[in-house]
């Protein structure tokens, strides 16, 4: 769906973007990872051109984006920000409308995506649409720009920091909507954050970038895992224990644990999810010990905290 090959971007002596390469596939998240400064805003404002490549290529569905007129490029490409872009003086149902008011839908069609939308959004259509930016949370500012981005239906959504602005908690939370939200499933989306775990969270894939560069690609198993080099390994060193078991699943360690005596009346819980995730619901639940079941081979296996940590231990000396 989208594919850059060795894009740059050079601000007078200063290459910002230093032949950057990647790939992302429909339906996929890919997400730019790194501090402030490294390069990844300005590689996705290349994507709809808001900032110009200095040189490379880059498609969007096998089409090369220096073929098409940047103000129609953008109409099919949805964009949020970390300021959100409202416009103050328009309304939330204005603001969401701008689009499709370009596209020239009729006002009914409009109307009815815009109800759709905000209510996925948790913000009523008849509570909140005559209602103000400067009338708004944090959050609610921040869902108002998701559902602009999203109701012409683009195939491609890209996210610069697009929760950067809320409070933990606040975060967190829109984070969760976005990610439940069923017209997002089908979306091919590139997402900047300097924030790790919502890398890991969102990303089928993450790129992380320093120095203009992308230092190592992969999924966030393989970065933890795998590290290319000092940088990579370095990078994740205050949050390892943490991110380690944010991206092993119990699949990954399925053999480490025992199997469960099938008439334990205890929870289920399914091996796709992580390992923290398993602390997680004993804590929830207050548990000492939980099921866990597995899809592919019909079987069922316990979990203990401790008997979490010994698998990530065994599985990371393994590596």
């Known amino acids: 769906m989208i594919i850059a090959e060795n894009i740059s971007k050079k601000f007078r002596a200063v290459h910002a973007v230093n032949n950057v390469s990647f790939e992302v596939k429909e339906g996929n998240t890919l997400v730019l990872l790194g501090t402030s400064g490294c390069g ?10 808001l900032i110009e490549a200095t040189s490379g290529t880059i498609y969007i569905n096998e089409k090369n984006i220096f073929d098409q007129k940047p103000e129609f490029l953008r109409r099919t490409i949805g964009y949020v920000s970390q300021n959100n872009g409202l416009f103050p003086h328009y309304t939330v149902a204005e603001n969401v409308a701008i689009v499709p008011k ?4 009729s006002k009914t069609e409009i109307i009815e995506k815009t109800v759709e939308l905000l209510d996925q959004l948790k913000l009523p259509f008849a509570h909140f649409a005559n209602k103000y930016p400067n009338e708004l949370s944090g ?6 720009a998701l559902a602009r981005a999203l109701i012409s239906d683009p195939p491609v959504m890209l996210m ?7 409070d933990p908690v606040t975060r967190a939370q829109v984070r969760a909507e976005f990610t439940a939200m069923p017209l997002l499933k ?13 890398a890991f969270e969102l990303g089928d894939a993450v790129c992380l ?10 999924t966030a198993k393989e970065l933890m895992f795998k590290p290319e080099n000092e940088f990579v390994k370095s990078f994740f060193d205050q949050q390892r224990l943490f991110l380690e078991l944010k991206s092993l699943t119990f699949d990954d360690v399925w053999n480490e644990f025992e199997t469960a005596d099938e008439t334990t ?8 999810k992580s390992l923290w995730e398993g602390m997680e619901k004993l804590s929830n639940l207050n548990k000492n010990r939980l099921i866990v079941y597995q899809s592919a081979t019909k079987s069922l296996k316990y979990f203990t905290l401790t008997a979490i940590q010994n698998a990530a231990a065994s599985y990371k000396q393994g590596k």
Do not use: C, Y
């Open 265 to 272: 009346q205890t929870p289920l819980f399914l091996s796709s």
């Open 139 to 144: 959050g609610q500012q921040q869902r108002v």
């Open 209 to 218: 970038m320093d120095k203009g560069k992308i230092v190592q690609s992969g």
């Open 186 to 198: 089908r979306k091919t989306i590139v997402l900047v954050t300097h924030d790790i775990q919502e």
């Open 160 to 166: 610069d920091e697009p929760f950067g602005a809320l």
């Open 102 to 105: 370009l596209l020239k839908w």
């Open 40 to 49: 990844k805003t300005t590689t996705l404002k290349m994507l709809n051109r």
